[in-house]
């Protein structure tokens, strides 16, 4: 006579199968939630920068000072010192973003929001990157000394 009867190995392979199944769900699951997460993240993100942006070319005389303020409180966000070939590029194709800020303030038919994705979507292609993850980076602070 055998030790263990088929119909508990047969049992125990389809135990040890539901197992696995559960553990791939749960991994599947988890990575949703943290992909829903992310959005989540991101959402927020985006609308609280567009209104900080907002309010640099609300307080803007014109139309080129809201594109100078903006471009200031790139620098201001990200914590950029000085120039670069890579930000200058990042800021002048942000310009199309702040101008349609600029015309929905003077009540004009624009779309900051489509322009955002438009260059969410160049900045992912041009650097593999989103560019709402910059924000994930803590700013840099240097100690301060005393002499």
């Known amino acids: 006579m055998r030790d263990t009867p088929a119909f508990l190995t047969e049992l125990d392979q389809l135990a040890i199968a539901a197992q ?3 553990i791939r769900f749960r991994r599947s699951f988890a990575e949703e939630v943290e992909k829903r997460e992310r959005a989540r993240v991101f959402a927020f993100r985006r609308a609280g920068f567009l209104a900080r942006m907002t309010t640099l070319c609300r307080d803007a005389e014109d139309e080129a000072g809201a594109c100078a303020a903006v471009r200031a409180g790139f620098a201001t966000e990200f914590g950029w010192h000085g120039a670069s070939a890579a930000r200058d590029a ?3 194709r942000f310009e199309p973003v702040t101008r349609a800020i600029c015309a929905c303030l003077r009540e004009e038919a624009a779309d900051p929001a489509a322009e955002m ?3 969410e979507a160049w900045y992912r292609d041009t ?3 989103d560019f709402l993850a910059l924000f994930d980076q803590e ?3 240097a100690p301060v000394v005393e002499f």
Do not use: H, M, S
């Open 20 to 22: 696995q199944e559960e």
């Open 90 to 92: 990042i800021l002048a």
């Open 117 to 119: 994705r438009a260059f």
């Open 127 to 129: 650097t593999g990157a």
């Open 139 to 141: 700013p840099f602070e």
